[in-house]
């Protein structure tokens, strides 16, 4: 977990609302990854994202969710209209390069949709 | 459905003792597996990884072994310690790919 900061840690919304989850990669680092994690589950791939560009989302939904990562600031994951089925830990990783290998995880918001 | 799974949701295991913990894939073309430790309420955390063209490799306390015949993937920590405790995954890294696919996890718990 070093270095990468995700916020907020908790995140409640009402159905409907907007939300919008924030992670500033590691200084260095301009790879980001974007996963989901359900109670008791391992962690599913949704999106990648180099600076400015998006790499694969093949893991994200196709409506509502969106990411991106500017050229200044962090890499926001919005999820428009939330639904209690996006009730979930969201995790970040970021990476030095394009590579997989040894990859540095946040802690995490955990977003609760009433 | 996911390509990476684990033969047990749950171990539990005394103090000092080792802890073997399993993983099953199913995708050949695969290159890189790596274990991580995850506590309550944090994020993963790398425990250590190993390329297809080994089939072993050590760390402090921890050694991860590859058995490509039979896609199986095991993390064996040695002596135990109550710190060891939380879920632990295995994720693989399929060639060119550039993202993790993770198992569904074991919980390791330490009896004192």
């Known amino acids: 977990n070093a270095g990468v900061m995700q916020n907020p840690r908790h995140l409640v919304r009402r159905r409907g609302q907007e939300a919008r989850l924030r992670c500033s990669p590691m200084?260095?680092?301009?790879?980001v990854y974007w996963y989901r994690q359900l109670p008791e589950e391992g962690l599913k791939f949704m999106v990648y994202?180099?600076?400015?560009?998006?790499?694969?989302e093949s893991g994200m939904p196709k409506e509502r969710f969106s990411a991106e990562f500017p050229k200044e600031g962090p890499s926001i994951l919005r999820i428009q209209q939330v639904v209690r089925g996006d009730s979930a830990a969201y995790f970040c990783a970021s990476s030095q390069t394009d590579s997989n290998e040894k990859l540095f995880f946040g802690s995490g918001t955990q977003l609760s949709v009433l | 459905g996911e390509s990476v799974g684990l033969h047990l949701p749950t171990l539990s295991v005394q103090e000092g003792d080792n802890s073997i913990i399993n993983c099953a894939y199913s995708n050949s073309a695969s290159d890189y597996f790596i274990w991580y430790k995850q506590e309550s309420g944090k994020g993963p955390q790398f425990i250590i990884d190993i390329r297809s063209n080994m089939d072993k490799r050590q760390g402090q306390r921890v050694t991860v072994l590859l058995n490509k015949t039979v896609k199986h993937l095991s993390l064996q920590i040695a002596a135990t310690q109550p710190g060891d405790s939380a879920v632990y995954f295995c994720a693989e890294n399929l060639q060119g790919a550039q993202k993790l696919v993770f198992g569904q996890g074991t919980r390791l718990t330490i009896n004192p």
């Open positions: 200084k260095g680092h301009s790879h």
């Open positions: 994202l180099q600076k400015e560009n998006i790499i694969d």
